[in-house]
């Protein structure tokens, strides 16, 4: 009843993480079927969301287009359920489908959104990540492909992302094997973070924020410092959908990472740090943010692994001239329950005006000053690994 568990890469051995239930089984369809029915027709819910993100798995890949025709039509029947509910409580029955990664990668699984909404079957899409938040996913190019009559909501998922940061002087953090204080930040934690997570996703076109595994928080297996006495504020999400609410208000801005611990990395978003800035080159990194009313102040946090030479480091924002002037730090632009950078990591702060922020993409282009690019080993010497681009805009 299960897949092969073939990863993404054929060269290697069959992966448990690509071994869930085969949906091209009769039997395994029947099974969930059974029990959506139970959830829509016994329970007093608005609607229901399908979670295809953990993990992305449903056919054999790449799906033939007789499992996919097979796969569409069974989400159809679930919409005739959804319909028959509708009619008895005398309001809409919502149905949607929470996925990671893009509609490309998921039809190579055997789902096909684009066509469930073209045969009006879906309501909402929520494209996400598969645990960490996204900053960068195209919500306006899936509104745009989706058509008017699908709404799409943005996902605020509880990891900000996989950077190591610090608590110093706590004890180790022995639930990830670590010898030391380290950690991932959660979102919940933080209203900056959950305000600029949100508000990326708004300026896009979002038609709300959903808000997930908020609650985890909460849990020692992730923030295991009692002395702290951190928890999820739930207060903070009163408005978090209101782009109007959130205008003025302090915010944090970040990028996904690449990979991490809770991760399915084919369907991720592709994460644009970490990344290796060669002499005398340039990496340009593109961030949804809003843009804001009043004058505030924008501080644009270069992440960088520490080594024996770092050479000078600039960055441009939205085209200005280049900017080279920055403070170095081991503290974090935005306290999270941690408060510092890991030892083996040291940021740059740069200021920058804030009215130049635009309510939509922005590009911050981070640049390698060194010019000795054509000696191997001070190329190699003086090549940067950026772990990550911060931004506060405070």
């Known amino acids: 009843m299960r897949l092969k568990g073939i990863t993404s890469n054929p060269k290697e ?27 829509i027709e016994n329970y007093d819910f608005e ?18 287009s007789e499992a996919i025709e097979l796969m ?10 959804c319909d028959k509910k509708s009619k008895k409580i005398r309001k809409p029955f919502y149905m949607g489908i929470r996925y990671a990664g893009t509609f490309e990668q998921m039809k190579q699984i055997g789902i096909d959104i684009p066509e469930m909404a073209r045969r009006k079957i879906i309501d909402f899409v929520c494209p996400t990540n598969t645990w960490q938040t996204g900053w960068d996913i195209p919500c306006d190019r899936i509104k745009n492909l989706l058509g008017d009559d699908v709404a799409v ?23 990830i094997g670590a010898t030391d204080p380290r950690g991932y930040r959660l979102s919940a934690l933080s209203p900056e973070i ?41 207060s903070l999400l009163k408005n978090l959908s209101d782009i109007d609410f959130l205008e003025g208000k302090k915010k944090f801005y970040t990028f ?7 991760v399915h990395p084919f369907f991720e978003s592709i994460g644009q740090i970490p990344c290796h800035i060669e002499p005398q080159c340039r990496k340009e990194f593109i961030l949804p943010m809003m843009k804001e009313k009043r004058k505030m102040k924008l501080t644009i946090q270069v992440v960088v692994e520490k080594q024996d030479k770092i050479p000078d480091i600039g960055v441009s924002f939205n085209g200005s001239w280049p900017n080279f002037n920055s403070i170095p730090t081991d503290k974090l632009l935005c306290v999270c329950g941690y408060t510092h950078h890991v030892p083996e990591h040291i940021a740059f702060n740069f200021e920058f005006d804030s009215s130049k922020i635009l309510h939509n993409y922005n590009s911050i282009v981070v640049i390698n000053g060194s010019h000795n690019w054509y000696d191997n080993l001070q190329r190699k010497n003086e090549t940067i690994r950026v772990v990550s681009v911060e931004i506060l805009v405070s």
């Open 256 to 262: 996904s990472s690449g990979t991490g611990f809770y």
């Open 13 to 39: 051995p069959p992966s448990v993480s690509w071994q869930g239930l085969n949906y091209e089984k009769q039997q395994v369809r029947d099974f969930m079927m059974a029990l959506i029915t139970e959830c």
């Open 153 to 175: 909501y943005g996902v605020l998922e509880l990891g900000t992302n996989w950077l190591m940061v610090s608590l110093p002087g706590a004890r180790p953090n022995i639930s």
């Open 47 to 64: 609607g229901i969301e399908l979670d295809w993100t953990r993990w992305p798995l449903c056919c054999e890949v790449p799906a033939s």
């Open 194 to 234: 959950l305000r600029g997570n949100a508000a990326g996703k708004l300026v896009l076109g979002c038609d709300g924020i959903e808000v997930f595994n908020f609650f985890c928080a909460d849990t020692s297996s992730h923030w295991l410092w009692d002395e702290k006495n951190i928890s999820a504020d739930y």
């Open 72 to 81: 569409t039509q069974w989400h159809s029947e679930i919409r005739k359920i």
